[in-house]
């Protein structure tokens, strides 16, 4: 019985941590942008992507409240018990976990030098860098890549089709939510059967993404979601382009 019940509670918690957690990554690449009261930029990367604007506000009402009562205290507790060192090379590992996934998406658009450093860099900080703990392929010029199949799809002339805000998972668009399912495939969570290391693994995961955006949040100005969806879909189109956008503005 006790093993039956820990499985329900297992899901809930993981949903709540992940609850609101990609609401905030975005926010990270608009720290040079200034998105004050640009009416041209917010009808760019407004009304035209977000037909659904009622919805996806109602949908990130939701995420920021179980964030902000959920997810972000439990981040605070964590960065104000562990010490930096720990901290940081914790963060090391997920991001060295995440070189598979850019691995099979930097293959998959044939961008095989980058699939290159996705490999070097996941064996030097798998070995030396004990499992990832320690960066030690950035300290030698290997800079780390950030695919998804998402961007895979927009290299392949897929568009991004309308701004979703997703329960518990925020900020996407159709393209993006659809390509969430084969980027599963690439998760090591997929292949784990023990579920208690699983879904522990997975929320201090999450904790740990949570944590490392707190500093962010002063970033945040105006309407708090459409500072978030613009931060957001600017981002995707510089990532979908590899950087080559055209500055309109």
């Known amino acids: 019985m006790q093993h039956f019940m820990s499985k329900p509670v297992q899901r809930l918690l993981g949903m709540l941590l992940v609850a609101g957690c990609l609401t905030l990554p975005t926010m990270v690449v608009a720290q040079e942008t200034d998105y004050s009261d640009d009416d041209e930029l917010w009808e760019d990367y407004g009304e035209n992507d977000d037909p659904w604007e009622a919805f996806n506000r109602g949908v990130f009402r939701f995420n920021d409240a179980l964030d902000r009562w959920a997810l972000k205290p439990i ?4 960065q104000k018990v562990t010490p930096d060192a720990v901290e940081e090379g914790v963060h090391n590992v997920f991001r060295n976990i995440g070189e598979v996934r850019n691995l ?15 490999t070097a860099r996941f064996f030097f900080n798998s070995t030396f860098g004990v499992l990832g703990f320690f960066d030690v392929a950035t300290k030698m010029g290997l800079q780390r890549n950030d695919e998804d199949f998402g961007q895979t799809l927009g290299a392949w002339g897929v568009k991004s089709g ?4 997703l329960p518990l998972l925020g900020p996407s668009t159709v393209r993006d939510a659809l390509a969430l399912y084969p980027d599963n495939f690439t998760s090591h969570y997929r292949y784990n ?5 699983r879904n522990s693994v997975f929320a201090l995961n999450v904790v740990d993404t949570r944590a490392s955006l707190l ?30 956008v055209v500055d309109d503005f």
Do not use: C, S, W
């Open 75 to 78: 981040a605070k507790g964590y």
């Open 104 to 118: 099979a998406n930097n293959v998959l658009q044939l961008k095989m030098h980058d699939a290159g450093v996705d």
């Open 162 to 165: 309308p701004y979703v805000v």
């Open 193 to 197: 059967n023990d579920v208690p290391v």
């Open 215 to 244: 500093a962010a949040e002063r970033l945040i100005t105006g309407d708090k979601y459409r500072f978030m969806r613009n931060a957001f879909l600017q981002n995707r189109e510089f990532k979908v382009l590899d950087g080559n």
